[in-house]
Every structure is written in C-alpha cells, then in structure tokens.
C-alpha cells in the first residue's frame, strides 16, 4: 500500500525556536519527494522540492534518506508566521500523482 | 504570479443533486488535477487530465464522478447523485509538464458541502 506517515503534532514552539519534521513512506519505488504548507481550510503551496543531496532554502531545510525511506525538514529561527500545517508528499514512480501524509501541525507562539 | 482559479468557493447541494465545480488551469499548463480534502483528512487524489483524456484515476473517481475540459480554458469536475460522504474540499491541481521536479500548482479550492 503506497502510504506517507507523519507525526500529526502539534509542535508548539516558540518564536526563534529551530523545529524539525519527519515523514516515512512506504513505497520504495518513490521517486521524487517534496513539502507543501496547508493553512487552515487552504489550498496546499510547495515549499521545497527535496532532493537527494538535502536542499536548503532560506530558513528551511530539507534531507531525503532512500534507504530509510526517510524525509525531514527543519525550520530554523521560526516565525509566528511559520504556524500552519506541513504536509510530506511524494510522487511514486510510474506516476504523476502526489500522495500526500496526513500532515503535520506547527504552532510558533510569541 | 499566475493561478488556479476556482469556482464556485463554496457550494451547497442537496443530497441526490448534481454538482459542476469548475476551473480555470493556469494557460500554459497541460496537466490537471482534481484533489478532495474531507475535513480532517489528508488529501486525496482523484483524476488527472492530460491531452484531453483521463491518465489517471483513482478507486475514489467512480461512475459518479466525470471530468471535462469544454472549452480552451476551463477543467470541470461534476459529481452526480452526491452524497452526504462527497462533503469536501474539492482542489484542482495543474502542472506545465510531468511534475516531478516541480510538483502543482493548486487553486484554492472548492467548499462542497452535501445536506
């Protein structure tokens, strides 16, 4: 079954503070991998494709391990701005579809 | 930048009633989507659209669901005989090429709520 797991939080932290989100997915035929940001009743909006080699973008973070099955990103100096939920999503390969985790919960408090 | 547009935002239908959501892909994209987010889920694919035909679809997208694209513009997703499970949101997706690198872009959505 293709599945994407993560932790669904919430992660309260507090403003400045570096957070980091993990995501598992089960099928090993996955070929490219990425994070979106959900605000509440939003449409999804990538934040960063994530490549093999780990990719950085600004504040954000983000590691691929294929032989884990394994994908993080870490938020550094967090904004209030930051609360919202992050979503883990891949594309299998053979496909064009995104299947996405259920997401997890970030709130950044003053 | 550009972007998906949809309408309408929000739309109440009574049960056994059918719906046309409609879209409008960003102009030079040639892959759509349609998504479904039931409140609290995670979100699901249901169709995508390519060179006039469906390329695929998944065990959600049944008889009840059909897609068209009527004209050079707009994308439809019409759900027929809804039901009070069909309570969504409703997201069309589109993409300039194979997405892998890049992933979509969405629109904002749909509210579909079955009475």
């Known amino acids: 079954r293709k599945e994407v797991e993560q932790d669904p939080g919430p992660f309260n932290v507090p403003e400045g503070a570096t957070v980091a989100f993990n995501c598992t997915y089960s099928?090993?035929?996955?070929?490219?991998f990425f994070w979106y940001r959900q605000d509440c009743r939003k449409e999804p909006k990538l934040l960063m494709s994530?490549?093999?080699s780990g990719n950085e973008d600004g504040r954000f973070t983000a590691q691929l391990n294929r032989a884990s099955q394994y994908i993080s990103l870490l938020i550094r100096d967090s904004k209030l701005s930051d609360s919202a939920t992050y979503l883990c999503?891949?594309?299998?390969?053979?496909?064009?579809?995104?299947?996405f985790g259920k997401g997890t919960m970030l709130l950044v408090s003053p | 930048e550009p972007e998906v547009t949809q309408t309408p935002s929000h739309q109440v239908t009574q049960m056994g009633q059918e719906v046309i959501l409609r879209c409008v892909p960003i102009?030079?994209?040639?892959?759509f989507y349609w998504y479904r987010q039931i409140l609290g889920q995670k979100v699901e694919f249901l169709v995508s659209?390519?060179?006039?035909?469906?390329?695929?679809k998944s065990e959600i997208f049944d008889d009840q669901f059909s897609v068209e694209r009527p004209d050079g513009s707009n994308f439809t997703l019409k759900i027929r005989s809804t039901k009070l499970e069909d309570s969504a949101m409703y997201f069309c997706?589109?993409?300039?090429?194979?997405?892998?690198?890049?992933?979509?872009?969405f629109g904002s959505g749909t509210r579909l709520t079955v009475v």
């Open positions: 997706a589109s993409s300039e090429s194979s997405p892998g690198a890049y992933g979509y872009t």
């Open positions: 099928n090993s035929a996955s070929q490219s």
């Open positions: 994530v490549y093999s």
């Open positions: 999503v891949v594309i299998h390969s053979g496909y064009s579809t995104l299947t």
């Open positions: 102009s030079n994209h040639l892959y």
């Open positions: 659209f390519y060179n006039n035909e469906i390329s695929e």
